[in-house]
Protein backbone atom coordinates (compact mmCIF):
# COMPACT_ATOMS: atom_id res chain seq x y z
CA UNK A 1 0.00 0.00 0.00
CA UNK A 2 1.09 3.58 -0.77
CA UNK A 3 0.89 5.75 1.91
CA UNK A 4 0.77 9.34 2.10
CA UNK A 5 -0.19 9.38 5.51
CA UNK A 6 2.29 12.34 6.79
CA UNK A 7 2.63 10.17 9.86
CA UNK A 8 2.89 6.77 7.72
CA UNK A 9 6.14 5.87 8.70
CA UNK A 10 7.45 2.61 10.22
CA UNK A 11 7.88 3.43 13.71
CA UNK A 12 8.08 -0.02 16.37
CA UNK A 13 7.73 1.38 20.12
CA UNK A 14 9.38 -1.23 22.01
CA UNK A 15 7.43 -3.80 24.65
CA UNK A 16 8.90 -5.73 27.58
CA UNK A 17 9.42 -9.29 26.30
CA UNK A 18 6.37 -11.58 26.43
CA UNK A 19 4.28 -8.65 26.37
CA UNK A 20 0.75 -9.83 25.66
CA UNK A 21 -1.08 -8.91 22.72
CA UNK A 22 -4.38 -7.19 24.98
CA UNK A 23 -1.76 -5.45 26.73
CA UNK A 24 0.04 -4.45 24.07
CA UNK A 25 -2.62 -2.54 22.09
CA UNK A 26 -3.51 -1.20 25.65
CA UNK A 27 0.15 -0.15 26.12
CA UNK A 28 -0.14 1.50 22.57
CA UNK A 29 -3.58 3.04 23.09
CA UNK A 30 -2.46 4.39 26.37
CA UNK A 31 0.76 6.15 24.67
CA UNK A 32 -1.91 7.49 21.68
CA UNK A 33 -4.22 9.12 24.12
CA UNK A 34 -0.96 10.84 25.68
CA UNK A 35 -0.77 12.50 21.79
CA UNK A 36 3.05 9.96 21.06
CA UNK A 37 3.40 10.84 17.20
CA UNK A 38 5.29 7.49 17.73
CA UNK A 39 2.62 5.23 18.83
CA UNK A 40 1.00 6.57 15.73
CA UNK A 41 2.94 5.42 13.42
CA UNK A 42 3.01 2.28 14.97
CA UNK A 43 -0.28 1.92 14.74
CA UNK A 44 -0.38 2.60 11.12
CA UNK A 45 2.54 0.30 10.15
CA UNK A 46 0.51 -2.60 12.03
CA UNK A 47 -3.07 -2.26 10.47
CA UNK A 48 -2.66 -0.14 7.35
CA UNK A 49 -2.66 -3.39 5.16
CA UNK A 50 -5.78 -4.82 7.13
CA UNK A 51 -7.36 -1.65 6.80
CA UNK A 52 -6.55 -1.20 3.06
CA UNK A 53 -7.08 -4.77 1.77
CA UNK A 54 -10.63 -3.91 3.98
CA UNK A 55 -11.63 -0.98 1.99
CA UNK A 56 -10.33 -2.77 -1.17
CA UNK A 57 -12.54 -6.23 -0.73
CA UNK A 58 -15.53 -3.67 -0.96
CA UNK A 59 -14.35 -0.87 -3.34
CA UNK A 60 -12.29 -2.99 -5.59
CA UNK A 61 -10.28 0.29 -6.41
CA UNK A 62 -6.78 0.72 -5.55
CA UNK A 63 -7.02 4.59 -5.26
CA UNK A 64 -10.93 4.82 -3.39
CA UNK A 65 -9.48 1.67 -0.75
CA UNK A 66 -6.06 4.27 -0.32
CA UNK A 67 -8.65 7.07 0.08
CA UNK A 68 -10.69 5.50 2.99
CA UNK A 69 -7.92 4.14 4.68
CA UNK A 70 -6.49 7.89 5.03
CA UNK A 71 -9.71 8.42 6.57
CA UNK A 72 -9.84 5.31 8.76
CA UNK A 73 -6.49 6.57 10.68
CA UNK A 74 -7.36 10.41 10.28
CA UNK A 75 -10.55 9.53 12.93
CA UNK A 76 -8.56 7.40 14.57
CA UNK A 77 -5.77 10.06 15.52
CA UNK A 78 -9.15 12.65 15.77
CA UNK A 79 -11.38 10.21 17.92
CA UNK A 80 -9.13 7.91 19.91
CA UNK A 81 -9.47 9.59 23.26
CA UNK A 82 -13.00 8.55 23.34
CA UNK A 83 -11.49 4.80 22.98
CA UNK A 84 -12.32 2.79 25.61
CA UNK A 85 -11.42 -0.40 25.77
CA UNK A 86 -14.79 -1.98 25.16
CA UNK A 87 -13.83 -3.88 21.95
CA UNK A 88 -10.55 -4.95 21.14
CA UNK A 89 -8.10 -2.71 19.06
CA UNK A 90 -8.05 -4.77 16.09
CA UNK A 91 -12.17 -4.94 16.01
CA UNK A 92 -12.61 -1.30 16.46
CA UNK A 93 -10.44 -0.21 13.24
CA UNK A 94 -11.75 -3.71 11.41
CA UNK A 95 -15.31 -1.20 12.37
CA UNK A 96 -13.79 1.96 11.05
CA UNK A 97 -13.14 0.83 8.28
CA UNK A 98 -15.97 -0.76 6.84
CA UNK A 99 -17.99 1.96 8.15
CA UNK A 100 -16.31 4.37 6.47
CA UNK A 101 -16.13 2.22 3.20
CA UNK A 102 -19.52 2.33 3.25
CA UNK A 103 -19.97 5.22 3.65
CA UNK A 104 -17.58 6.05 0.38
CA UNK A 105 -19.80 3.51 -1.52
CA UNK A 106 -23.02 5.91 -0.77
CA UNK A 107 -21.10 8.59 -1.67
CA UNK A 108 -19.67 6.83 -4.92
CA UNK A 109 -23.47 5.77 -5.91
CA UNK A 110 -24.85 9.16 -4.96
CA UNK A 111 -22.41 10.42 -7.62
CA UNK A 112 -22.79 7.92 -10.42
CA UNK A 113 -26.99 8.81 -9.87
CA UNK A 114 -26.62 12.59 -10.23
CA UNK A 115 -23.99 12.23 -12.97
CA UNK A 116 -26.80 9.63 -14.77
CA UNK A 117 -29.57 11.94 -13.99
CA UNK A 118 -27.88 15.36 -15.39
CA UNK A 119 -26.57 13.19 -18.37
CA UNK A 120 -30.03 12.15 -19.47
CA UNK A 121 -31.52 15.96 -19.10
CA UNK A 122 -28.37 16.74 -21.06
CA UNK A 123 -26.55 18.44 -19.06
CA UNK A 124 -23.27 16.48 -19.41
CA UNK A 125 -21.90 14.83 -22.21
CA UNK A 126 -19.26 12.49 -20.72
CA UNK A 127 -20.06 9.33 -20.55
CA UNK A 128 -20.50 7.59 -17.27
CA UNK A 129 -17.29 5.83 -16.20
CA UNK A 130 -16.53 2.06 -16.43
CA UNK A 131 -16.79 0.52 -13.11
CA UNK A 132 -13.11 -0.59 -12.12
CA UNK A 133 -12.04 -4.14 -13.03
CA UNK A 134 -9.42 -5.53 -10.30
CA UNK A 135 -8.73 -9.15 -9.34
CA UNK A 136 -10.80 -10.27 -6.55
CA UNK A 137 -7.74 -11.63 -4.06
CA UNK A 138 -10.36 -15.23 -2.46
CA UNK A 139 -11.51 -15.86 -6.11
CA UNK A 140 -10.61 -18.79 -7.88
CA UNK A 141 -12.39 -18.46 -11.14
CA UNK A 142 -11.42 -18.91 -14.52
CA UNK A 143 -11.68 -16.53 -17.15
CA UNK A 144 -12.07 -12.11 -16.78
CA UNK A 145 -15.66 -12.42 -17.47
CA UNK A 146 -16.60 -14.98 -14.54
CA UNK A 147 -14.03 -12.91 -12.44
CA UNK A 148 -16.27 -9.63 -13.25
CA UNK A 149 -19.47 -11.44 -12.54
CA UNK A 150 -18.56 -12.60 -9.39
CA UNK A 151 -17.29 -8.92 -8.17
CA UNK A 152 -20.68 -7.58 -9.46
CA UNK A 153 -22.84 -9.77 -7.66
CA UNK A 154 -20.75 -9.79 -4.60
CA UNK A 155 -21.29 -5.75 -4.98
CA UNK A 156 -25.30 -5.99 -5.25
CA UNK A 157 -25.09 -8.14 -1.90
CA UNK A 158 -27.03 -6.03 0.93
CA UNK A 159 -24.12 -4.14 3.62
CA UNK A 160 -24.25 -6.31 5.86
CA UNK A 161 -23.77 -9.79 4.14
CA UNK A 162 -21.10 -7.81 2.07
CA UNK A 163 -18.91 -6.78 4.90
CA UNK A 164 -19.47 -10.52 6.73
CA UNK A 165 -18.31 -12.36 3.53
CA UNK A 166 -15.00 -9.94 2.94
CA UNK A 167 -13.98 -10.50 6.20
CA UNK A 168 -14.66 -14.26 6.30
CA UNK A 169 -12.96 -15.09 2.65
CA UNK A 170 -10.90 -11.92 2.25
CA UNK A 171 -8.88 -10.82 5.80
CA UNK A 172 -9.86 -14.51 7.39
CA UNK A 173 -11.20 -13.30 10.56
CA UNK A 174 -13.16 -15.74 12.64
CA UNK A 175 -17.13 -16.06 13.16
CA UNK A 176 -16.13 -13.95 16.31
CA UNK A 177 -14.19 -11.44 15.04
CA UNK A 178 -17.15 -10.80 12.65
CA UNK A 179 -19.67 -10.76 15.16
CA UNK A 180 -17.69 -8.01 16.91
CA UNK A 181 -17.40 -5.93 14.16
CA UNK A 182 -20.79 -6.01 12.96
CA UNK A 183 -21.65 -5.76 16.82
CA UNK A 184 -23.87 -8.96 16.43
CA UNK A 185 -23.96 -12.35 17.53
CA UNK A 186 -22.03 -15.58 15.93
CA UNK A 187 -25.40 -16.77 15.31
CA UNK A 188 -26.07 -13.67 12.91
CA UNK A 189 -22.99 -13.94 11.33
CA UNK A 190 -23.11 -17.47 10.14
CA UNK A 191 -26.48 -16.13 9.16
CA UNK A 192 -25.44 -13.35 7.16
CA UNK A 193 -23.03 -15.44 5.38
CA UNK A 194 -25.41 -18.24 4.57
CA UNK A 195 -27.93 -16.40 3.07
CA UNK A 196 -24.68 -14.11 1.12
CA UNK A 197 -23.67 -17.81 -0.23
CA UNK A 198 -27.22 -18.77 -1.32
CA UNK A 199 -27.19 -15.27 -3.04
CA UNK A 200 -24.35 -15.53 -5.26
CA UNK A 201 -24.73 -19.73 -5.88
CA UNK A 202 -27.87 -18.70 -6.92
CA UNK A 203 -26.44 -16.24 -9.78
CA UNK A 204 -23.18 -17.67 -10.36
CA UNK A 205 -21.65 -20.77 -12.59
CA UNK A 206 -19.94 -22.86 -12.47
CA UNK A 207 -20.27 -23.01 -8.14
CA UNK A 208 -17.19 -21.50 -6.78
CA UNK A 209 -15.09 -22.46 -4.12
CA UNK A 210 -14.87 -20.37 -0.91
CA UNK A 211 -18.34 -19.48 -1.60
Known sequence: M??????CVITKLPLPLGTSA???DAALVAQLQQGSEAAFRTLVA???DRVYRTAFSLLRSPEEAEDVAQEVFVEVYQTIGRFRGEAALSTWLYRLAT???LQHQ???SARKRFAFFTSLLGFANNRLPEPPDHAHPQALLEGAQQLQQLQQQIGRLPAQQQVAFTLRHEQDLSYEEIAAVLGTTVAAVESLLFRARQTLRRHLQPSLRHV
Open 22 to 24: PAA
Open 99 to 101: SRT
Open 46 to 48: RFQ
Open 106 to 108: RRL
Open 2 to 7: ACSLPL
